[in-house]
């Protein structure tokens, strides 16, 4: 349970290293999972093979194992740390137009603060519309008095 803890909170900032850099996390995190585990494996067949050569029964080969295996482990976090804090940031493409929750590109505030034509939304008004003269009027709370 606590290995899946960890993990979790290392790969949440693992994601956001990568983000600051504008490279997609997946990869990344992907990498760290890998070499968790890659580790660990490793290390612990190094362990038995250590365990073997120092004639130790199947009990006693445990202690050679479990230390190497969390060792392991704790070093390809390491190596997938290592390598997202290496790679250089990537400069955004200027093409490219960053899109919010809404599908409609981001404007940075000085650019809506300085565009005097900024067509903003507006709210309807009633006489306005020329195409609802033929319409039964709306009552207003005038009218109920």
Known sequence: MLEIIILVLCGRHIASIAKRKNRSPVGYVILMVLAWYGGAITAGIVGAII?????ANQDEIMVYILPLAIVGALSGLGVAYLVV?????????????????????????????????????????????HYD???PRRRERDDYE
């Open 133 to 135: 003269d033929d319409r």
């Open 51 to 55: 365990g073997a050569a120092a004639q």
């Open 85 to 129: 804090c290496s790679v250089s940031p990537r400069a955004k493409d200027p093409d490219y137009e960053d899109y919010d929750d809404y599908d409609r590109p981001r404007r940075r505030r000085d650019e809506i603060e300085d565009d005097d034509d900024y067509d903003r939304p507006r709210s309807r008004r009633r006489d306005d519309d």
